[in-house]
């Protein structure tokens, strides 16, 4: 392998960097593309800031090593960690498919289209499921108060109310919350 030579600014000389690509470049980014689940571009960024790494640290090659290959791996996971840990420290980023599916809140007509929908839903409900959520989501009550205006014990409010929030969501697919995954 080439010796690196120093320049006046501390970086490694450009035929070093380009020998050292040619020579440890395609088995490093095979490397990185494990470390990123298969994700192409993702492995190629690391490995040129691994690569601008190795050009900023001459020293790593003055290193007593036969092969600069362990100390670019190294480089190279180090680098993968740090921007797999700032990716999942970021809010996920969404799509325009989800925006141009999104209703826009001030648009009184959806809110209007969503509330008929909603009545319509309840309306299917039993009378029992229906005075239970009257109650609690619509008086406002907490579940010992509704259970003493329904003259019901506060077990049978929970277990009408989750029945018939189940019944609801049957009913309203589209509106739905989206479940976590779980971790």
């Avoid at 190279?76 to 599916?101: H, Q, Y």
Wanted: with cysteine; glycine share 6%; net charge positive.
């Amino acid at each position: 392998m080439p010796t690196a030579t120093v320049t006046a600014s501390s970086t490694t000389d450009e035929r070093a960097i380009a020998d050292l690509q040619r020579e440890h470049g395609p088995a490093l980014l095979s490397f990185l593309q494990g470390l990123t689940y298969g994700d192409q571009q993702r492995a190629e960024d690391l490995l040129q800031e691994t690569l601008v790494r190795a050009w900023q640290h001459p020293e790593a090659f003055a290193a007593p090593y036969e092969s600069m290959r362990p100390w670019l791996f190294t480089v190279g996971r180090r680098l993968a960690i740090d921007a797999r840990r700032s990716r999942l420290a970021r809010p996920t980023e969404i799509g325009d498919s989800v925006l141009a599916t999104t209703p826009d809140p001030s648009d009184i007509t959806e809110t209007a289209v969503a509330a008929l929908d909603v009545r319509a839903a309840v309306g299917s409900l039993s009378p029992d499921h229906r005075a239970v959520l009257d109650r609690l989501y619509f008086q406002g009550l907490s579940v010992n108060e509704a259970a003493r205006s329904l003259g019901i014990p506060p077990g049978t409010v929970k277990s009408r109310s989750y029945y018939a929030l189940r019944a609801l969501a049957r009913c309203l697919p589209g509106y739905a919350r989206p479940r976590r995954a779980a971790a």
